[in-house]
C-alpha cells in the first residue's frame, strides 16, 4: 500500500495573527459577499484573488433557478483574472462565506470543480497558490499549494494524452 504524504495546513484563531496583505484579502473576500446572489441557498460566497503586482480582483457567487447554471465565487474571481489576462500573477486567493439562514463560524472549502480551476490557475502562474479559507467568523484555514494540500489527486492534461 501507498501513503500519500501529509496534507499541510496552517489554522488562527484570529486574522491578526497573519500578515496584513493576508488580512486585507479576508476582508475583501467578505466583503464580495455583499454582491452574490444566492436568492435560493441564502448562503453568500466572496473570493479575493491577490494578485503578484497587488491588484485584488473579487467574485461572488451567482445562483440561477436552472440549477446548476450559477456559478462558484472562487470560479467567478480566477476566471476574471484569466480573462485580463493575468494568469500568471496569481499569488493567493481567500474564500469566505455567511449564511442568511445560520452562523457560518467555520472554514467553508471550495467545491471539487472549484479545486480543479484552482489548480489550473495555480499551473499557469508558476508557484504554489496561498489559500485562506473562514466562514463569517471563527477560525482561519491557511495552506500553501492547491496541488500539495488541497487536491493532491488532480485531473492533469495528461490524462488527456495518448
Known amino acids: 500500500m501507498k501513503k500519500i504524504k501529509n496534507i499541510s495546513y496552517e489554522q488562527f484563531a484570529s486574522s491578526s495573527e497573519l ?4 488580512q486585507e484579502l479576508l476582508s475583501a473576500a467578505m466583503k464580495a459577499t455583499e454582491n452574490a446572489y444566492a436568492p435560493y441557498s441564502e448562503f453568500f460566497v466572496g473570493a479575493a484573488v491577490a494578485l503578484a503586482n497587488g491588484e485584488v480582483i ?9 440549477f446548476p447554471s450559477g456559478l462558484c465565487a472562487e470560479r467567478t474571481a480566477l476566471f ?10 496569481i499569488r493567493k486567493i ?13 472554514a467553508v472549502g471550495p467545491c471539487g470543480a472549484c479545486r480543479q480551476v484552482m489548480i489550473e490557475y495555480e499551473r499557469l502562474s ?5 489559500v485562506l479559507l473562514q466562514g463569517e467568523s471563527g477560525d482561519i484555514i491557511r495552506l500553501v499549494g492547491v496541488n500539495e494540500n488541497l487536491l ?5 492534461l495528461v490524462n488527456l494524452k495518448k
Open 19 to 22: 500578515p496584513t496583505d493576508e
Open 58 to 66: 473579487l467574485g461572488n457567487n451567482q445562483e440561477n433557478g436552472a
Open 80 to 89: 476574471s483574472v484569466g480573462a485580463a489576462g493575468k494568469s500568471s500573477l
Open 94 to 106: 481567500a474564500i469566505r462565506a455567511h449564511s442568511a439562514r445560520f452562523k457560518m463560524d467555520q
Open 126 to 130: 508558476g508557484e504554489p497558490m496561498v
Open 152 to 156: 493532491p489527486f488532480t485531473f492533469d
